[in-house]
């Protein structure tokens, strides 16, 4: 078998807060088969739970329900990782991340941001902490590679640690989003990319399966 990797993604703007759209490409080997086999492929898609919500309200902090998961939608089992970042970094500044919809982490990429201080808004706790910070000291299924990290090639991604079985989803990376504005709000780009890779690999004729998730990534990559 050979190795395969899948891509998709979609970019939000958050000002208006509607889908942008969707990209999907497939990059990597094709199989040949008779037409009793079914070709082995993976396949996943983003899945979000987005509402369309008014547009931005200055000097408040605005919240959005931002619900962003990982189906897989192909014949094989597979691991996952996601992109998601605001690339204005004045932006991320301002944003925060929430994997419960009630603790709100800064979605600065900076797992340094360790020391936590906590605000409550209607209900809402807002945490100075980065959001990959908190992911990363939690033992949750997702975790994220930072960009000082030691294994260079998995860099700056978050991982699903758990094979995504066919025709399962990963458990949402985080589900909503709060952006602060100031006098005059401005569109704030939040990008969300996934990409895919078997859980098995060929070696010697024999097919045989990653140990976990960076064993995976590494080898694909390497």
Same mark, same amino acid.
């Given at each position: 078998?050979?190795? $395969?990797?899948?891509?998709?993604?979609?970019?939000?703007?958050?000002?208006?807060?509607?889908?942008?759209?969707?990209?999907?490409?497939?990059?990597?080997?094709?199989? =040949?088969?008779?037409?009793? %086999?079914?070709?082995?492929?993976? !396949?996943?898609? %983003?899945?979000?739970?987005?509402?369309?919500?008014?547009?931005?309200?200055?000097?408040?902090?605005?919240?959005?329900?931002?619900?962003?998961?990982?189906?897989?939608?192909?014949?094989?089992?597979?691991?996952? $990782?996601?992109?998601?970042?605001? @690339?204005?970094?004045?932006?991320?500044?301002?944003?925060?991340?929430?994997?419960?919809?009630?603790?709100?982490?800064?979605?600065? $990429?900076?797992?340094?941001?360790?020391?936590?201080?906590?605000?409550?808004?209607?209900?809402?706790?807002?945490?100075?902490?980065?959001?990959?910070?908190?992911?990363?000291?939690?033992?949750?299924?997702?975790?994220?590679? @930072?960009?000082?990290?030691?294994?260079? !090639?998995? $860099?700056?991604?978050?991982?699903?640690?758990?094979?995504?079985?066919?025709?399962?989803?990963?458990?949402?990376?985080?589900?909503?989003?709060?952006?602060?504005?100031?006098?005059? @709000?401005?569109?704030? =780009?939040?990008?969300?990319?996934?990409?895919?890779?078997?859980?098995?690999?060929?070696?010697?004729?024999?097919?045989?399966?990653?140990?976990?998730?960076?064993?995976?990534?590494?080898?694909?990559?390497?």
């Amino acid at each position: 078998m050979k190795k $395969r990797k899948v891509f998709t993604g979609s970019a939000v703007l958050l000002a208006v807060l509607a889908a942008a759209g969707g990209i999907m490409a497939y990059l990597g080997a094709s199989d =040949d088969a008779e037409n009793t %086999v079914e070709v082995a492929h993976d !396949k996943i898609a %983003v899945t979000e739970n987005f509402p369309k919500p008014s547009d931005l309200e200055s000097n408040a902090n605005n919240y959005y329900t931002k619900e962003v998961g990982i189906a897989n939608t192909g014949n094989v089992d597979c691991y996952v $990782r996601v992109y998601a970042d605001l @690339p204005d970094s004045a932006a991320a500044a301002e944003s925060f991340y929430s994997a419960d919809g009630v603790n709100y982490y800064s979605a600065v $990429r900076d797992a340094g941001l360790s020391a936590d201080t906590s605000s409550e808004d209607n209900g809402k706790i807002i945490h100075t902490q980065s959001f990959v910070n908190m992911l990363n000291s939690q033992d949750g299924d997702w975790i994220f590679v @930072p960009d000082d990290d030691s294994s260079e !090639k998995l $860099r700056g991604y978050y991982y699903y640690k758990k094979p995504v079985k066919v025709g399962e989803k990963t458990a949402d990376l985080f589900k909503s989003v709060m952006i602060h504005t100031g006098d005059a @709000p401005e569109a704030a =780009d939040l990008t969300v990319y996934a990409e895919s890779v078997d859980c098995v690999y060929e070696e010697n004729g024999q097919e045989k399966t990653y140990a976990d998730y960076a064993t995976a990534w590494n080898g694909f990559l390497s």
